[in-house]
């Protein structure tokens, strides 16, 4: 039997995050983050909301985004706070872990919960997102990195192009 509910989580410092739920809380939780950084998640819901029969789906909007605590200070928003306030919530559902998925923007942040609270996270999921960091990297891995991207351009007078 599928469970919805949805309201307002209060993760501290006076920021709400809006969460709906779905599935039953008997089945292993799924923690969705949407992309952005400044939409919400109702765009997920056509794919994620399938999966309710198997996991309860736990979908929230970001600090500043769709029902979530809007018009803070330009300080209030910031990528380490977004990903504290994902493990509040966490905590604050009463959920010892979650498997996580971080859609784009999401999955920066995703990342950055399971760097700084690793405890929480069973199994991530990245989908459209990218793993690697934009500050810079240590020199040997950044050159295997530019070995398997390949050039940061494309010379589209290249005329190997026309080979494929």
């Known amino acids: 039997m599928r469970a919805f509910h949805e309201g307002l989580v209060e993760v501290g410092g006076g920021i709400e995050l809006f969460v709906r ?24 819901l056509p794919a994620v909301g399938t999966l309710a029969d198997l996991r309860e789906v736990i979908l929230v909007d970001l600090r500043g985004c769709g029902r979530s605590s809007r018009d803070l ?3 209030a928003y910031r990528h380490d706070l977004a990903a504290e306030d994902l493990s509040v919530l966490i905590t604050r559902l009463g959920l010892a872990q979650v498997d996580l998925l971080g859609f784009s923007y999401g999955g920066a942040l995703a990342l950055r919960l399971l760097d700084r609270h690793p405890g929480q996270v069973r199994r991530l999921i990245l989908a459209s997102a990218s793993a690697y960091d934009e500050m810079p990297l240590d020199p040997a891995v950044a050159a295997e990195r530019q070995r398997r991207v390949g050039p940061d351009y494309v010379d589209f007078g290249d005329p190997r192009l026309g080979q494929f």
Not at 21 to 44: A, F, I, N, Q, T
């Open 73 to 75: 200070p330009t300080e």
């Open 21 to 44: 739920r779905m599935g039953s809380p008997e089945l292993p939780p799924l923690l969705v983050v949407h992309g952005g950084p400044s939409w919400d998640h109702s765009y997920l």
